[in-house]
């Protein structure tokens, strides 16, 4: 496989192993150091995450630091990749963005492949449930 400069790919899509998880993100490019943006795995952090939780340092990005850094599987994606199509998604659905459906509101305040945890306004009660199923509901961002 041909190595990509990842230095050059600010703001491009990625999905990979971190530390034995698997990682959708966006690629920060900050001073000479590529961060491998993302909402499961946190490391060192990244002043732009990109709209993610977290971001993992891998240095300069070259096979080496992946390597030495526990990035394994790495890819950049496609624009028409299915896994982009759902990392767009999940980012949407993220911790601390709001729901609505009719009157009723709610806060996000966990998230995990596809799944989140609501915590209701006014409300002590929390839910946890797939972002499809709420979708399908008529709950919205």
Known sequence: MEHINLLDCDGMPYCA???GMCVEGIISVENGTVFLCQ?????NSARDKKG????????D?????????????????ESNSPE???MKKLRLWSVGNIVKKGEKTATII???EGFVQL???????????????LEEEGWSL
Do not use: A, C
């Not at 909402?39 to 490391?43: P, Q, S, T």
């Not at 993610?52 to 240095?59: G, I, K, R």
């Open 84 to 86: 982009l199509k759902n």
């Open 110 to 112: 966990d998230s995990f």
């Open 61 to 77: 990005g070259s096979p080496e630091h992946l390597e030495s850094n526990q990035v394994i599987d790495f890819k950049l994606l």
């Open 52 to 59: 993610f939780l977290y971001s993992w340092n891998v240095y």
């Open 119 to 133: 915590q209701f306004k006014d409300d002590t009660k929390s839910m946890f449930t797939r972002i499809e199923k």
């Open 17 to 19: 192993m971190i530390d």
């Open 39 to 43: 909402n499961r795995k946190n490391g």
